[in-house]
């Protein structure tokens, strides 16, 4: 089992940057790679980057290339997304996952949010216009 705890989230201005953080715990070790995810009201889950657990590989979705960049301390075993040049249509609650189970490509991907078996409880980031 694996405990996934987010932070980070809030209001924040058009424009502005925010940091999200997401702390795991327990079975660590067997994680392949670990995702963030967004749901806006309305719409489905959304991959928004994944990365490996070794952290040499990462993947974005279009939308947020060359704005958003996940990152991981295994020391801390924490994995962070920093988000700049932030727009209202990034508003949503924001999920940490973690994947065991899939190969490191298909979490990578994320074409499917059920590819990883744990979740947190979600943050919410409001963008104001």
């Known amino acids: 089992q694996v405990q996934l705890v987010e932070s980070g989230g809030g209001l924040v201005q058009a424009g502005g940057s925010l940091r999200l953080s997401c702390a795991a715990s327990?079975?660590?070790?067997?994680?392949?790679?670990m995702g963030w995810y967004r749901q806006a009201p309305g719409k489905q889950r959304e991959l928004v980057a994944a990365?490996?657990?070794?952290?040499?590989?990462?993947n974005y979705a279009d939308s947020v290339k060359g704005r958003f960049t996940i990152s991981r301390d295994n020391a801390k075993n924490t994995v962070y997304l920093q988000m700049n040049s932030l727009n209202p249509e990034a508003t949503a609650v924001y999920y940490c996952?973690?994947?065991?189970?899939?190969?490191?490509?298909?979490?990578?991907?994320?074409?499917?949010?059920?590819?990883?078996?744990?979740w947190g409880r979600g943050t919410q980031v409001p963008v104001a216009s």
């Open positions: 996952a973690a994947g065991r189970r899939r190969t490191t490509i298909q979490l990578l991907c994320g074409a499917n949010w059920y590819s990883y078996e744990s």
């Open positions: 327990g079975s660590i070790f067997s994680i392949n790679a």
């Open positions: 990365i490996t657990s070794g952290g040499s590989n990462t």
